[in-house]
């Protein structure tokens, strides 16, 4: 059974804290992305990554910074949250010739 | 860059059909997908359609694209409570890194 699985459902943290959001896909998937969702804005894609140590800034990339060490794990950094960085967080992967994009279950984050 | 637009809100009366509208800008959209949240959880493929159909069929779900207008609809036959979700609609050019432009999500509620 095809499985991402994010490190934490739910999340507070402080301004100014270093946060790390972790994402892990069983699938042997080269391709991984993570996005933010907000009420009336869907998804928005802030970084993805087609393969090991190869990353490529989204649509929304600002404080926010990703590393991807190895094939199974994709994370995203946020280096020094602020309060408008309070978000759901979903991670996706997908294989290369396939035609389906898989979820992970979302973080959602709160930043104090 | 890529645009994809849905209304926000649908409320459909159970046992009605709902039909969920989307609309893209992007013309080389080669694959074009509906996917459905429910409360909590992450997002769920549905279905997906290639841009040379104009129709599919899947149980109670059906598809059915203008690629001339740039329009995508979803209709959920004989709709339930379990319908209840946010529903997305999302396009791919197939660039090479399967990049998903999503929409802001259709919120459907179902009257009892």
């Known amino acids: 059974d095809v499985k991402v699985t994010q490190s934490s459902r739910y999340l507070v943290k402080r301004t100014g804290e270093k946060v790390f959001l972790e994402c892990v896909q069983d699938?042997?998937?080269?391709?991984m992305f993570w996005y933010r969702q907000d009420p009336g804005l869907g998804l928005r894609l802030i970084y993805f990554?087609?393969?090991?140590?190869?990353?490529e800034k989204g649509d929304i990339p600002e404080g926010y910074s990703v590393s991807r060490e190895k094939k199974e794990r994709f994370s995203l950094i946020l280096e020094s949250a602020s309060t408008n960085q309070t978000s759901m967080y979903l991670c996706?992967?997908?294989?290369?010739?396939?035609?389906?994009?898989?979820f992970g279950p979302g973080t959602r984050l709160t930043v104090l | 860059g890529e645009d994809v637009e849905q209304s926000l809100f649908l409320s459909v009366r159970e046992g009605d059909s709902s039909v969920i509208n989307c609309t893209y800008t992007?013309?080389?959209?080669?694959?074009l997908y509906w996917y459905k949240q429910e409360p909590g959880a992450g997002l769920q493929l549905l279905t997906y359609?290639?841009?040379?159909?104009d129709m599919k069929q899947d149980q109670r779900l059906t598809v059915l694209l203008n690629k001339k207008d740039k329009h995508l609809s979803l209709r959920i036959a004989d709709t339930q409570t379990g319908d209840s979700a946010i529903y997305f609609c999302?396009?791919?050019?197939?660039?090479?890194?399967?990049?998903?432009?999503f929409g802001t999500g259709t919120r459907l509620t179902i009257i009892p």
């Open positions: 999302a396009e791919s050019n197939r660039g090479g890194n399967e990049k998903l432009t």
């Open positions: 992007d013309s080389s959209s080669t694959y």
């Open positions: 699938m042997d998937h080269e391709n």
């Open positions: 990554s087609y393969d090991v140590k190869m990353k």
């Open positions: 996706a992967s997908i294989r290369r010739v396939s035609d389906t994009q898989y």
């Open positions: 359609i290639f841009s040379n159909m």
